[in-house]
T-cell receptor
Framework: AQKVTQAQTEISVVEKEDVTLDCVYE???????LFWYKQPPSGELVFLIR??????QNEISGRYSWNFQKSTSSFNFTITASQVVDSAVYFC????????????FGPGTRLSVLP | DVKVTQSSRYLVKRTGEKVFLECVQDMDHENMFWYRQDPGLGLRLIYFSYDVKMKEKGDIPEGYSVSREKKERFSLILESASTNQTSMYLCASMPGHNSGANVLTFGAGSRLTVL
């Protein structure tokens, strides 16, 4: 069975600090996709990134970066120089390969960035 | 700007009432989903639809039904609302298999309170 764990329920940081959100997943598939979504207070989940299991390259997009390590089944998300606008709930998700319609979401991590 | 629109952001209903949650997408997506979001549990799939008039049960279909008469519209129905269905309901859509892009686009959510 597939499972996604986000052990950090809530994190609080002060603006300009770096913060890492952890995501650990379980799957028996050899091919799969991993995702991060952001849910700001408005409620709408916003897609941040999709990573194929064959692509272990780390990715950077502005202040956001993602570290994918198959050896530890982790797909961690780092925000550099956090800002108040980064305050949101962040979800990590896993889907099966071959265009899976079955998505498994983690419980989410609520990030509060204080001014 | 492409969108998934949920007709009601906030609803308050009484136990036993029939509740309709409507979702419309303007992206011509084949797949549509209804999730339920509860604190600490992440998103759980209620139903999804991969085509007009087609539906598949998700992880927690009990107490819910769905309708997809048109491609752009996916309705969630609570035949007889109960207090344990108080939750945030999220609709999402996704392109068909040929697009190769299994990324969910979410609506802003409908927060239902059942008294």
């Amino acid at each position: 069975a597939q499972k996604v764990t986000q052990a950090q329920t809530e994190i609080s940081v002060v603006e300009k600090e770096d913060v890492t959100l952890d995501c650990v997943y379980e799957t028996r598939d050899t091919t799969y996709y991993l995702f991060w979504y952001k849910q700001p207070p408005s409620g709408e989940l916003v897609f941040l990134i999709r990573r194929n299991s064959f692509d272990e390259q780390n990715e950077i997009s502005g202040r956001y970066s993602w570290n994918f390590q198959k050896s530890t089944s982790s797909f961690n998300f780092t925000i550099t120089a956090s800002q108040v606008v980064d305050s949101a709930v962040y979800f990590c998700a896993l889907s099966e390969a071959n265009y899976g319609q079955n998505f498994v979401f983690g419980p989410g991590t609520r990030l509060s960035v204080l001014p | 700007d492409v969108k998934v629109t949920q007709s009601s952001r906030y609803l308050v209903k009484r136990t036993g009432e029939k509740v309709f949650l409507e979702c419309v997408q303007d992206m011509d997506h084949e797949n549509m989903f209804w999730y339920r979001q509860d604190p600490g549990l992440g998103l759980r799939l209620i139903y999804f639809s991969y085509d007009v008039k087609m539906k598949e049960k998700g992880d927690i279909p009990e107490g819910y039904s769905v309708s997809r008469e048109k491609k752009e519209r996916f309705s969630l129905i609570l035949e007889s609302a109960s207090t344990n269905q108080t939750s945030m309901y999220l609709c999402a859509s996704m392109p068909g298999h040929n697009s190769g892009a299994n990324v969910l686009t979410f609506g802003a959510g409908s927060r239902l309170t059942v008294l």
